[in-house]
Protein backbone atom coordinates (compact mmCIF):
# COMPACT_ATOMS: atom_id res chain seq x y z
CA UNK A 1 0.00 0.00 0.00
CA UNK A 2 3.11 2.40 1.10
CA UNK A 3 4.25 4.22 -1.93
CA UNK A 4 8.10 3.37 -2.86
CA UNK A 5 11.02 5.89 -3.05
CA UNK A 6 11.09 5.70 -6.28
CA UNK A 7 7.28 7.17 -6.88
CA UNK A 8 7.61 9.60 -4.24
CA UNK A 9 10.87 11.44 -6.10
CA UNK A 10 8.64 12.40 -8.83
CA UNK A 11 6.68 14.45 -6.71
CA UNK A 12 9.51 16.26 -6.49
CA UNK A 13 10.60 19.55 -8.63
CA UNK A 14 13.84 19.12 -9.95
CA UNK A 15 15.80 21.17 -12.46
CA UNK A 16 18.39 18.55 -13.71
CA UNK A 17 21.93 20.12 -14.45
CA UNK A 18 23.67 18.53 -17.91
CA UNK A 19 26.69 16.99 -15.27
CA UNK A 20 26.83 15.08 -12.36
CA UNK A 21 27.34 17.06 -8.89
CA UNK A 22 28.56 13.48 -7.17
CA UNK A 23 31.51 11.46 -8.54
CA UNK A 24 33.00 8.43 -7.51
CA UNK A 25 36.46 7.09 -7.27
CA UNK A 26 35.40 3.23 -8.46
CA UNK A 27 38.69 2.09 -7.02
CA UNK A 28 38.33 2.95 -3.59
CA UNK A 29 34.62 1.79 -4.29
CA UNK A 30 35.58 -1.58 -4.91
CA UNK A 31 37.28 -1.80 -1.47
CA UNK A 32 34.33 -1.14 0.11
CA UNK A 33 32.67 -3.82 2.16
CA UNK A 34 30.04 -2.17 3.78
CA UNK A 35 28.83 0.04 1.22
CA UNK A 36 26.67 2.24 3.56
CA UNK A 37 25.68 4.70 1.06
CA UNK A 38 23.23 2.40 -0.55
CA UNK A 39 21.16 1.45 2.78
CA UNK A 40 21.44 5.68 4.00
CA UNK A 41 20.71 7.50 0.83
CA UNK A 42 17.26 8.58 1.27
CA UNK A 43 16.92 8.48 -2.47
CA UNK A 44 17.75 5.09 -2.93
CA UNK A 45 19.98 6.37 -5.59
CA UNK A 46 22.98 4.29 -5.13
CA UNK A 47 23.37 0.89 -6.46
CA UNK A 48 26.57 -1.48 -7.41
CA UNK A 49 25.72 -2.03 -10.97
CA UNK A 50 25.37 -5.66 -12.29
CA UNK A 51 27.12 -5.81 -15.17
CA UNK A 52 30.78 -3.49 -14.42
CA UNK A 53 30.34 -4.02 -10.38
CA UNK A 54 30.80 -0.84 -10.30
CA UNK A 55 29.10 1.53 -8.18
CA UNK A 56 26.06 3.69 -9.53
CA UNK A 57 24.93 7.40 -8.57
CA UNK A 58 21.44 8.64 -9.63
CA UNK A 59 22.21 12.26 -9.27
CA UNK A 60 19.26 13.27 -10.71
CA UNK A 61 16.77 12.42 -8.02
CA UNK A 62 19.48 13.85 -5.48
CA UNK A 63 17.58 15.72 -2.29
CA UNK A 64 21.03 16.95 -1.49
CA UNK A 65 21.10 16.48 1.92
CA UNK A 66 24.69 15.26 1.73
CA UNK A 67 24.29 12.31 3.78
CA UNK A 68 26.55 10.25 1.33
CA UNK A 69 29.35 12.31 1.83
CA UNK A 70 29.05 11.90 5.21
CA UNK A 71 29.01 8.48 5.66
CA UNK A 72 31.46 7.47 2.95
CA UNK A 73 34.11 7.39 5.22
CA UNK A 74 36.90 6.40 2.35
CA UNK A 75 35.86 9.08 0.66
CA UNK A 76 35.32 8.12 -2.36
CA UNK A 77 32.21 10.42 -2.74
CA UNK A 78 33.18 13.90 -4.34
CA UNK A 79 30.33 16.03 -3.58
CA UNK A 80 29.56 19.56 -4.59
CA UNK A 81 26.24 21.44 -4.64
CA UNK A 82 24.94 21.63 -8.14
CA UNK A 83 25.52 25.00 -9.87
CA UNK A 84 22.98 27.60 -8.85
CA UNK A 85 19.17 27.26 -10.33
CA UNK A 86 19.94 23.90 -10.30
CA UNK A 87 18.98 20.71 -8.96
CA UNK A 88 16.29 20.14 -6.15
CA UNK A 89 13.81 23.12 -5.52
CA UNK A 90 11.78 22.42 -2.25
CA UNK A 91 8.20 23.93 -2.57
CA UNK A 92 7.10 23.04 0.84
CA UNK A 93 10.41 22.31 2.40
CA UNK B 1 39.95 48.94 -4.12
CA UNK B 2 38.70 49.78 -0.72
CA UNK B 3 35.75 51.77 -1.90
CA UNK B 4 34.69 48.63 -4.37
CA UNK B 5 34.41 46.35 -1.50
CA UNK B 6 30.80 45.49 0.03
CA UNK B 7 30.07 46.14 3.63
CA UNK B 8 28.88 42.35 3.66
CA UNK B 9 28.38 39.60 1.52
CA UNK B 10 26.39 36.71 3.01
CA UNK B 11 26.40 33.32 2.18
CA UNK B 12 23.11 30.97 1.94
CA UNK B 13 19.56 32.29 2.36
CA UNK B 14 18.12 30.40 5.08
CA UNK B 15 16.68 31.57 8.31
CA UNK B 16 20.66 32.60 9.89
CA UNK B 17 21.48 34.72 6.25
CA UNK B 18 17.81 36.31 6.16
CA UNK B 19 18.29 37.29 9.54
CA UNK B 20 21.77 38.95 8.90
CA UNK B 21 20.81 40.36 5.98
CA UNK B 22 17.41 42.32 7.03
CA UNK B 23 19.47 43.58 10.53
CA UNK B 24 22.07 45.02 8.07
CA UNK B 25 19.51 46.23 5.82
CA UNK B 26 17.69 48.02 8.35
CA UNK B 27 21.51 49.34 9.86
CA UNK B 28 21.77 50.78 6.09
CA UNK B 29 24.47 48.67 5.25
CA UNK B 30 25.00 47.87 1.25
CA UNK B 31 24.96 43.68 2.12
CA UNK B 32 24.76 41.36 -0.32
CA UNK B 33 23.23 37.89 0.34
CA UNK B 34 23.58 34.94 -2.15
CA UNK B 35 21.30 31.75 -2.84
CA UNK B 36 21.67 28.87 -4.39
CA UNK B 37 18.21 27.63 -4.97
CA UNK B 38 15.46 29.46 -7.03
CA UNK B 39 14.40 31.34 -4.34
CA UNK B 40 15.72 31.56 -0.59
CA UNK B 41 14.29 28.32 1.23
CA UNK B 42 14.06 26.52 -1.56
CA UNK B 43 16.47 23.88 -0.60
CA UNK B 44 15.69 23.85 3.18
CA UNK B 45 13.99 21.42 4.84
CA UNK B 46 12.77 21.41 8.53
CA UNK B 47 10.54 19.72 10.46
CA UNK B 48 8.81 21.82 11.43
CA UNK B 49 8.46 23.73 14.31
CA UNK B 50 9.63 27.17 15.30
CA UNK B 51 9.65 28.57 19.10
CA UNK B 52 9.29 32.31 19.20
CA UNK B 53 9.40 33.19 22.57
CA UNK B 54 13.55 33.03 22.82
CA UNK B 55 13.52 35.35 19.24
CA UNK B 56 10.51 37.75 19.62
CA UNK B 57 12.75 40.31 21.93
CA UNK B 58 15.76 40.24 18.88
CA UNK B 59 12.87 41.30 16.03
CA UNK B 60 10.27 42.84 17.96
CA UNK B 61 6.93 42.75 16.43
CA UNK B 62 8.97 41.36 13.15
CA UNK B 63 6.64 37.69 13.11
CA UNK B 64 3.66 39.45 13.80
CA UNK B 65 2.85 39.01 10.18
CA UNK B 66 4.55 36.02 9.36
CA UNK B 67 3.47 33.35 7.33
CA UNK B 68 3.17 30.32 10.08
CA UNK B 69 1.14 27.43 9.47
CA UNK B 70 -0.73 26.82 12.96
CA UNK B 71 0.33 27.88 16.67
CA UNK B 72 1.08 24.56 18.62
CA UNK B 73 -1.51 23.81 21.15
CA UNK B 74 -1.30 19.65 21.62
CA UNK B 75 1.48 17.94 22.21
CA UNK B 76 1.47 14.29 21.94
CA UNK B 77 4.13 11.56 22.12
CA UNK B 78 3.83 7.64 20.65
CA UNK B 79 5.72 5.18 21.94
CA UNK B 80 5.93 2.26 19.88
CA UNK B 81 6.80 -1.29 20.48
CA UNK B 82 6.16 -3.14 17.45
CA UNK B 83 2.67 -2.72 16.14
CA UNK B 84 1.54 -1.70 19.95
CA UNK B 85 1.87 1.84 20.98
CA UNK B 86 1.46 4.25 23.92
CA UNK B 87 0.11 7.95 23.33
CA UNK B 88 0.56 10.48 25.59
CA UNK B 89 -1.16 13.66 24.68
CA UNK B 90 -1.13 17.22 26.67
CA UNK B 91 -2.95 20.43 25.94
CA UNK B 92 -1.91 23.38 27.42
CA UNK B 93 -5.19 26.17 27.52
CA UNK B 94 -2.37 28.73 27.58
CA UNK B 95 -1.14 27.69 24.47
CA UNK B 96 -4.11 28.41 23.41
CA UNK B 97 -3.69 32.50 23.60
CA UNK B 98 -1.75 34.82 21.90
CA UNK B 99 1.33 35.70 22.01
CA UNK B 100 2.07 31.64 21.09
CA UNK B 101 4.62 30.27 22.34
CA UNK B 102 5.14 27.61 19.11
CA UNK B 103 4.44 27.49 15.16
CA UNK B 104 4.44 24.81 12.51
CA UNK B 105 6.35 26.03 9.46
CA UNK B 106 7.51 25.41 5.86
CA UNK B 107 10.35 26.70 4.93
CA UNK B 108 9.64 27.50 1.28
CA UNK B 109 6.99 29.80 2.41
CA UNK B 110 8.71 31.42 5.17
CA UNK B 111 12.06 31.84 3.74
CA UNK B 112 10.49 33.82 0.70
CA UNK B 113 8.20 35.77 3.26
CA UNK B 114 11.92 37.21 5.19
CA UNK B 115 13.89 37.46 2.37
CA UNK B 116 10.98 39.86 0.81
CA UNK B 117 11.19 41.41 4.60
CA UNK B 118 15.26 41.95 4.15
CA UNK B 119 14.85 43.46 0.69
CA UNK B 120 12.62 45.61 2.22
CA UNK B 121 15.23 47.15 4.25
CA UNK B 122 17.52 47.30 1.53
CA UNK B 123 19.42 43.67 1.26
CA UNK B 124 20.18 42.74 -2.10
CA UNK B 125 19.24 38.85 -2.16
CA UNK B 126 20.04 37.15 -5.35
CA UNK B 127 18.87 33.65 -6.10
CA UNK B 128 20.43 30.90 -8.52
CA UNK B 129 23.54 32.16 -6.97
CA UNK B 130 26.02 29.53 -6.25
CA UNK B 131 28.87 30.54 -3.96
CA UNK B 132 32.02 28.61 -5.53
CA UNK B 133 34.79 29.99 -2.92
CA UNK B 134 36.15 32.61 -0.55
CA UNK B 135 38.85 35.41 -1.87
CA UNK B 136 41.74 36.00 0.34
CA UNK B 137 43.63 39.32 0.45
CA UNK B 138 46.79 39.13 2.58
CA UNK B 139 45.64 36.03 5.05
CA UNK B 140 42.16 36.91 5.80
CA UNK B 141 38.50 36.79 4.13
CA UNK B 142 37.96 39.44 1.90
CA UNK B 143 34.85 37.98 -0.18
CA UNK B 144 33.68 35.74 -2.28
CA UNK B 145 34.02 33.69 -5.54
CA UNK B 146 30.63 33.17 -7.30
CA UNK B 147 29.58 31.97 -10.71
CA UNK B 148 33.53 33.04 -12.25
CA UNK B 149 33.33 36.63 -10.58
CA UNK B 150 35.07 37.79 -7.95
CA UNK B 151 32.65 39.90 -4.84
CA UNK B 152 35.11 41.80 -2.59
CA UNK B 153 33.43 42.93 0.82
CA UNK B 154 34.47 43.67 4.13
CA UNK B 155 33.08 41.06 5.83
CA UNK B 156 31.61 37.27 4.95
CA UNK B 157 28.48 36.01 6.86
CA UNK B 158 28.65 31.60 6.35
CA UNK B 159 25.31 30.80 6.57
CA UNK B 160 25.34 28.03 4.56
CA UNK B 161 24.02 25.80 6.25
CA UNK B 162 24.94 22.18 8.00
CA UNK B 163 26.93 21.11 4.94
CA UNK B 164 29.08 24.57 5.16
CA UNK B 165 31.77 24.50 2.76
CA UNK B 166 32.53 28.28 3.51
CA UNK B 167 33.41 27.31 7.38
CA UNK B 168 35.68 23.95 5.34
CA UNK B 169 37.42 26.43 3.32
CA UNK B 170 38.12 29.06 6.15
CA UNK B 171 39.30 25.59 8.05
CA UNK B 172 36.91 26.53 10.55
CA UNK B 173 33.85 23.63 10.72
CA UNK B 174 34.56 20.50 12.79
CA UNK B 175 35.09 17.07 10.13
CA UNK B 176 31.89 16.21 8.86
CA UNK B 177 31.60 12.74 10.50
CA UNK B 178 28.88 10.06 10.79
CA UNK B 179 28.73 10.22 14.59
CA UNK B 180 27.88 14.02 14.99
CA UNK B 181 25.08 13.93 12.30
CA UNK B 182 21.78 12.28 11.37
CA UNK B 183 19.95 12.01 8.31
CA UNK B 184 16.12 13.32 8.47
CA UNK B 185 13.66 12.32 5.69
CA UNK B 186 10.48 14.31 5.48
CA UNK B 187 7.05 14.05 3.67
CA UNK B 188 4.43 16.47 2.97
CA UNK B 189 0.87 15.73 2.59
CA UNK B 190 -1.66 17.78 1.23
CA UNK B 191 -4.84 17.67 3.30
CA UNK B 192 -7.96 19.90 4.11
CA UNK B 193 -8.07 22.01 7.02
CA UNK B 194 -11.49 20.94 7.95
CA UNK B 195 -9.91 17.20 7.96
CA UNK B 196 -6.56 18.14 9.69
CA UNK B 197 -8.67 19.60 12.50
CA UNK B 198 -11.43 16.39 13.15
CA UNK B 199 -8.43 13.64 12.69
CA UNK B 200 -6.52 16.17 15.57
CA UNK B 201 -9.25 17.37 17.42
CA UNK B 202 -8.08 20.69 16.64
CA UNK B 203 -9.93 23.95 16.61
CA UNK B 204 -9.44 26.15 13.38
CA UNK B 205 -6.16 27.76 12.88
CA UNK B 206 -4.23 25.34 15.84
CA UNK B 207 -2.12 22.98 15.12
CA UNK B 208 -0.20 19.81 16.90
CA UNK B 209 2.85 18.35 17.52
CA UNK B 210 2.98 14.58 17.62
CA UNK B 211 6.29 13.04 18.16
CA UNK B 212 7.39 8.95 17.83
CA UNK B 213 9.73 6.99 19.44
CA UNK B 214 10.61 3.66 19.79
CA UNK B 215 10.53 0.85 17.03
CA UNK B 216 9.71 3.34 14.22
CA UNK B 217 13.64 3.92 14.29
CA UNK B 218 14.17 0.03 14.94
CA UNK B 219 16.29 0.92 18.09
CA UNK B 220 18.25 3.17 16.87
CA UNK B 221 18.90 6.93 17.55
CA UNK B 222 16.04 8.72 16.51
CA UNK B 223 12.39 9.12 16.09
CA UNK B 224 9.52 10.16 14.18
CA UNK B 225 7.29 13.63 14.20
CA UNK B 226 4.29 15.05 12.46
CA UNK B 227 3.41 18.27 12.37
CA UNK B 228 -0.55 19.90 11.08
CA UNK B 229 0.21 22.61 8.98
CA UNK B 230 -2.16 24.85 7.10
CA UNK B 231 -3.49 22.87 4.45
CA UNK B 232 -0.87 20.21 4.87
CA UNK B 233 0.89 17.09 7.46
CA UNK B 234 4.58 16.78 7.49
CA UNK B 235 5.50 13.68 8.13
CA UNK B 236 9.11 12.25 9.09
CA UNK B 237 12.09 10.64 10.63
CA UNK B 238 15.14 11.73 11.88
CA UNK B 239 17.77 8.78 12.22
CA UNK B 240 21.19 8.79 13.92
CA UNK B 241 24.27 8.24 11.08
CA UNK B 242 26.00 6.51 13.32
CA UNK B 243 23.57 4.05 14.26
CA UNK B 244 22.16 3.09 11.12
CA UNK B 245 26.32 2.54 9.56
CA UNK B 246 26.07 -0.49 12.00
CA UNK B 247 25.12 -3.75 10.97
CA UNK B 248 21.18 -4.92 11.88
CA UNK B 249 22.90 -7.61 14.43
CA UNK B 250 23.50 -4.87 17.04
CA UNK B 251 19.98 -4.23 17.29
CA UNK B 252 19.08 -7.77 17.75
CA UNK B 253 16.92 -6.21 21.56
CA UNK B 254 13.71 -6.11 19.04
CA UNK B 255 14.29 -9.41 17.34
CA UNK B 256 13.81 -7.45 13.73
CA UNK B 257 17.51 -7.88 12.88
CA UNK B 258 16.42 -9.59 9.89
CA UNK B 259 14.48 -6.71 8.59
CA UNK B 260 15.25 -4.33 5.72
CA UNK B 261 16.68 -1.27 7.59
CA UNK B 262 18.14 0.82 5.13
CA UNK B 263 16.75 4.62 5.33
CA UNK B 264 13.51 4.70 2.75
CA UNK B 265 12.51 1.53 4.12
CA UNK B 266 12.59 2.59 7.66
CA UNK B 267 10.53 5.47 6.46
CA UNK B 268 7.78 2.84 4.50
CA UNK B 269 7.58 1.13 7.72
CA UNK B 270 6.76 3.92 9.62
CA UNK B 271 3.74 5.36 7.15
CA UNK B 272 2.42 1.70 7.17
CA UNK B 273 1.79 2.26 10.97
CA UNK B 274 -1.83 2.46 11.40
CA UNK B 275 -1.16 5.01 13.82
CA UNK B 276 0.42 7.24 11.05
CA UNK B 277 -2.30 5.81 8.81
CA UNK B 278 -5.31 7.28 10.21
CA UNK B 279 -3.63 10.72 9.67
CA UNK B 280 -2.43 10.86 6.34
CA UNK B 281 -5.30 8.46 4.87
CA UNK B 282 -6.41 9.95 1.48
CA UNK B 283 -4.01 12.88 1.33
CA UNK B 284 -2.07 13.01 -0.87
CA UNK B 285 2.28 12.92 -1.19
CA UNK B 286 3.14 16.82 -2.24
CA UNK B 287 7.00 16.44 -1.80
CA UNK B 288 10.14 14.05 -0.84
CA UNK B 289 12.72 15.84 0.76
CA UNK B 290 16.43 14.48 2.65
CA UNK B 291 18.38 16.81 4.96
CA UNK B 292 21.31 16.19 7.17
CA UNK B 293 20.69 17.79 10.83
CA UNK B 294 23.92 17.90 13.29
CA UNK B 295 23.99 16.76 16.19
CA UNK B 296 26.50 17.05 18.67
CA UNK B 297 25.48 20.04 20.74
CA UNK B 298 28.02 22.13 22.05
CA UNK B 299 30.79 19.72 21.36
CA UNK B 300 30.07 20.01 17.63
CA UNK B 301 30.63 23.76 17.14
CA UNK B 302 33.05 25.25 14.63
CA UNK B 303 35.26 27.61 15.25
CA UNK B 304 33.02 30.82 15.10
CA UNK B 305 35.17 33.40 13.31
CA UNK B 306 38.18 34.26 11.54
CA UNK B 307 39.64 37.59 10.25
CA UNK B 308 37.04 38.94 7.88
CA UNK B 309 34.54 36.49 8.28
CA UNK B 310 32.02 34.98 10.79
CA UNK B 311 29.85 31.35 10.98
CA UNK B 312 25.94 31.28 12.13
CA UNK B 313 23.56 28.44 12.25
CA UNK B 314 23.42 24.98 10.96
CA UNK B 315 26.70 26.42 9.54
CA UNK B 316 28.42 27.02 13.31
CA UNK B 317 26.71 23.82 14.63
CA UNK B 318 23.64 26.04 16.30
CA UNK B 319 21.54 22.47 16.28
CA UNK B 320 20.14 20.47 18.67
CA UNK B 321 18.85 16.86 18.25
CA UNK B 322 17.17 15.38 21.42
CA UNK B 323 16.11 12.41 19.42
CA UNK B 324 12.84 13.49 18.38
CA UNK B 325 12.56 16.81 18.63
CA UNK B 326 14.87 19.05 17.01
CA UNK B 327 15.90 22.68 17.50
CA UNK B 328 17.89 24.95 14.90
CA UNK B 329 15.75 27.49 13.45
CA UNK B 330 15.74 29.45 16.79
CA UNK B 331 19.73 29.19 16.96
CA UNK B 332 19.72 29.65 13.46
CA UNK B 333 17.76 34.02 13.38
CA UNK B 334 19.30 34.85 16.74
CA UNK B 335 22.85 33.77 15.57
CA UNK B 336 22.15 35.67 11.87
CA UNK B 337 20.87 38.81 14.26
CA UNK B 338 24.02 39.00 16.53
CA UNK B 339 26.63 38.26 13.25
CA UNK B 340 24.63 41.39 11.30
CA UNK B 341 25.18 43.75 14.85
CA UNK B 342 28.93 42.47 15.46
CA UNK B 343 29.26 43.11 11.77
CA UNK B 344 28.16 47.06 12.44
CA UNK B 345 30.30 47.35 14.65
CA UNK B 346 33.18 46.26 13.25
CA UNK B 347 32.03 48.37 9.83
CA UNK B 348 31.89 51.71 12.25
CA UNK B 349 35.20 50.74 14.07
CA UNK B 350 36.73 49.34 10.58
CA UNK B 351 38.47 46.70 12.72
CA UNK B 352 37.84 42.99 11.11
CA UNK B 353 40.90 41.05 12.49
CA UNK B 354 39.49 37.93 14.36
CA UNK B 355 40.80 39.78 17.59
CA UNK B 356 38.07 42.71 17.39
CA UNK B 357 35.50 40.00 15.27
CA UNK B 358 35.69 37.71 18.86
CA UNK B 359 33.21 39.54 20.19
CA UNK B 360 30.62 37.66 18.31
CA UNK B 361 31.27 34.78 20.21
CA UNK B 362 31.04 36.60 23.30
CA UNK B 363 27.28 37.97 22.20
CA UNK B 364 26.76 34.30 21.62
CA UNK B 365 27.87 32.98 24.82
CA UNK B 366 25.63 35.57 27.11
CA UNK B 367 22.43 35.00 24.32
CA UNK B 368 20.36 32.13 24.65
CA UNK B 369 22.37 30.22 21.95
CA UNK B 370 24.95 28.79 23.88
CA UNK B 371 23.67 28.85 26.66
CA UNK B 372 21.53 26.33 25.72
CA UNK B 373 23.83 23.99 23.56
CA UNK B 374 25.61 23.97 26.74
CA UNK B 375 22.43 22.60 28.95
CA UNK B 376 22.10 20.15 26.01
CA UNK B 377 25.60 19.41 26.09
CA UNK B 378 24.99 16.11 28.03
CA UNK B 379 21.79 15.14 25.73
CA UNK B 380 23.78 13.32 23.13
CA UNK B 381 25.74 11.05 25.32
CA UNK B 382 22.24 10.17 27.69
CA UNK B 383 19.89 10.10 24.05
CA UNK B 384 23.00 7.65 22.51
CA UNK B 385 21.58 4.86 25.17
CA UNK B 386 19.75 2.54 23.09
CA UNK B 387 17.65 1.53 25.84
CA UNK B 388 15.58 4.49 25.23
CA UNK B 389 15.13 3.58 21.77
CA UNK B 390 14.04 -0.07 22.36
CA UNK B 391 13.65 -1.72 25.71
CA UNK B 392 11.85 1.30 27.59
CA UNK B 393 9.16 1.82 24.71
CA UNK B 394 8.45 -2.05 25.46
CA UNK B 395 8.76 -2.11 28.90
CA UNK B 396 5.85 0.59 29.29
CA UNK B 397 3.95 -1.29 26.34
CA UNK B 398 3.87 -4.72 28.55
CA UNK B 399 3.31 -2.65 31.87
CA UNK B 400 0.29 -1.31 30.64
CA UNK B 401 -0.64 -4.40 28.80
CA UNK B 402 -0.52 -5.54 32.40
CA UNK B 403 -2.56 -2.78 33.86
CA UNK B 404 -5.29 -3.07 30.83
CA UNK B 405 -5.35 -6.77 30.48
CA UNK B 406 -8.07 -9.23 32.16
CA UNK B 407 -7.63 -12.87 31.89
CA UNK B 408 -8.14 -15.87 33.77
CA UNK B 409 -5.11 -15.49 36.51
CA UNK B 410 -5.58 -13.21 39.39
CA UNK B 411 -4.57 -9.87 38.41
CA UNK B 412 -0.98 -8.66 39.67
CA UNK B 413 -0.91 -5.39 41.86
CA UNK B 414 0.61 -2.07 39.77
CA UNK B 415 3.89 -2.39 41.68
CA UNK B 416 4.39 -6.14 40.81
CA UNK B 417 3.59 -5.36 37.09
CA UNK B 418 5.57 -2.01 37.06
CA UNK B 419 9.09 -4.13 38.69
CA UNK B 420 8.08 -7.28 36.14
CA UNK B 421 8.14 -5.13 32.97
CA UNK B 422 10.63 -3.40 34.63
CA UNK B 423 13.22 -6.79 35.26
CA UNK B 424 12.21 -8.26 32.24
CA UNK B 425 13.14 -5.74 29.84
CA UNK B 426 15.92 -3.31 31.30
CA UNK B 427 16.63 -5.17 34.66
CA UNK B 428 16.45 -2.60 37.54
CA UNK B 429 20.26 -1.86 37.92
CA UNK B 430 20.30 -0.21 34.72
CA UNK B 431 16.81 1.72 35.15
CA UNK B 432 18.96 2.94 37.97
CA UNK B 433 21.38 4.20 36.15
CA UNK B 434 19.26 5.69 33.08
CA UNK B 435 17.48 7.86 36.12
CA UNK B 436 20.46 8.92 36.74
CA UNK B 437 21.75 10.28 33.75
CA UNK B 438 18.09 11.71 32.24
CA UNK B 439 18.53 14.11 35.29
CA UNK B 440 21.78 15.24 33.66
CA UNK B 441 19.44 16.67 30.52
C1 LIG C 1 13.90 17.13 9.16
C2 LIG C 1 14.34 18.27 10.01
C3 LIG C 1 13.54 18.67 11.06
C4 LIG C 1 13.88 19.78 11.80
N1 LIG C 1 12.99 20.20 12.73
C5 LIG C 1 13.22 21.36 13.37
C6 LIG C 1 12.25 21.90 14.23
O1 LIG C 1 11.15 21.35 14.38
N2 LIG C 1 12.54 23.06 14.88
C7 LIG C 1 13.72 23.71 14.69
O2 LIG C 1 13.93 24.77 15.28
N3 LIG C 1 14.67 23.22 13.88
C8 LIG C 1 14.45 22.07 13.20
N4 LIG C 1 15.39 21.59 12.34
C9 LIG C 1 16.68 22.31 12.21
C10 LIG C 1 16.53 23.56 11.37
O3 LIG C 1 15.86 23.26 10.16
C11 LIG C 1 17.89 24.15 11.02
O4 LIG C 1 18.63 24.30 12.20
C12 LIG C 1 17.77 25.51 10.33
O5 LIG C 1 17.12 25.37 9.10
C13 LIG C 1 19.14 26.14 10.11
O6 LIG C 1 19.02 27.32 9.38
P1 LIG C 1 20.28 27.91 8.62
O7 LIG C 1 19.85 29.23 8.09
O8 LIG C 1 21.47 27.88 9.48
O9 LIG C 1 20.58 26.89 7.45
P2 LIG C 1 19.71 26.44 6.20
O10 LIG C 1 18.28 26.64 6.46
O11 LIG C 1 20.18 25.09 5.84
O12 LIG C 1 20.12 27.48 5.06
C14 LIG C 1 21.35 27.43 4.40
C15 LIG C 1 21.18 28.10 3.05
O13 LIG C 1 22.44 28.29 2.42
C16 LIG C 1 22.33 28.01 1.05
N5 LIG C 1 23.68 27.68 0.58
C17 LIG C 1 24.50 26.71 1.03
N6 LIG C 1 25.69 26.74 0.39
C18 LIG C 1 25.61 27.77 -0.48
C19 LIG C 1 26.53 28.30 -1.43
N7 LIG C 1 27.75 27.79 -1.57
N8 LIG C 1 26.14 29.35 -2.17
C20 LIG C 1 24.90 29.89 -2.02
N9 LIG C 1 23.99 29.43 -1.14
C21 LIG C 1 24.35 28.37 -0.38
C22 LIG C 1 21.35 26.86 1.01
O14 LIG C 1 20.78 26.72 -0.28
C23 LIG C 1 20.35 27.28 2.07
O15 LIG C 1 19.35 28.11 1.55
C24 LIG C 1 15.09 20.47 11.56
C25 LIG C 1 15.93 20.04 10.55
C26 LIG C 1 15.56 18.98 9.76
C27 LIG C 1 16.45 18.57 8.63
S1 LIG D 1 30.38 4.00 0.80
FE1 LIG D 1 31.78 5.17 -0.49
S2 LIG D 1 33.42 3.74 -0.99
FE2 LIG D 1 31.73 2.52 -0.20
S3 LIG D 1 30.61 1.94 -2.06
FE3 LIG D 1 29.64 3.78 -1.28
S4 LIG D 1 30.62 5.44 -2.39
FE4 LIG D 1 31.93 3.64 -2.64
S1 LIG E 1 23.06 13.76 -1.26
FE1 LIG E 1 21.51 12.54 -0.22
S2 LIG E 1 19.95 12.13 -1.76
FE2 LIG E 1 21.76 12.85 -2.85
S3 LIG E 1 22.82 10.97 -3.43
FE3 LIG E 1 23.72 11.64 -1.48
S4 LIG E 1 22.56 10.57 0.09
FE4 LIG E 1 21.39 10.41 -1.81
Redesign the interface.
Known amino acids: ?5 EE ?2 T ?2 AI ?1 NAKESHIRLDQTICRTCV ?1 R ?1 C ?7 LYSQSEETGEMVVEFAGC ?5 C ?3 C ?1 RKSVSW ?6 F ?7 | MADDKLDAVIVGGGLAGLAAAYCLGEAGRQVLLLE ?3 EP ?6 GGRIYLSPIRPLLPGFFDDAPFERHVVKEALTMVDGRNTTLLSHVQDRWRHPPYMSYTV ?4 F ?1 QWFSTRAMEKGAFIV ?4 VDDLLWEDGRVAGVH ?2 GEEIPAHMVLAADG ?2 S ?1 MAEKAHLRQP ?3 SR ?1 A ?3 K ?2 YGLDPGAIEERFGLDPGEGAAHLFMGSVTKGRFGGGFLYTNKE ?1 L ?1 LGLVLG ?1 DD ?2 RGSEEFDVLKQGSEQ ?4 SL ?2 DF ?2 LPEIGRYIKGAD ?8 ITEAGAGGLSRLFTDGMLVAGDAAGFALNMGVTVRGMEFAVASGVIAARVIDEALTKNDFSAQFLSLYEKRLRESFVMKDMETFRHTAEVLANPRLFTVYPACISSLLEAVFTIGEDPRKGLYRSAMDATKKHVGVWNAFKDFLSLRKI
Open positions: MTMKVKLRNKEPIRLCPGRLECGTKIVVEYPEGGGVQYRYG | RGDGSKNVTLRARDPRRRAGALFLVPHVAVEVSSMLMFDVPMEESLKEYSAHI
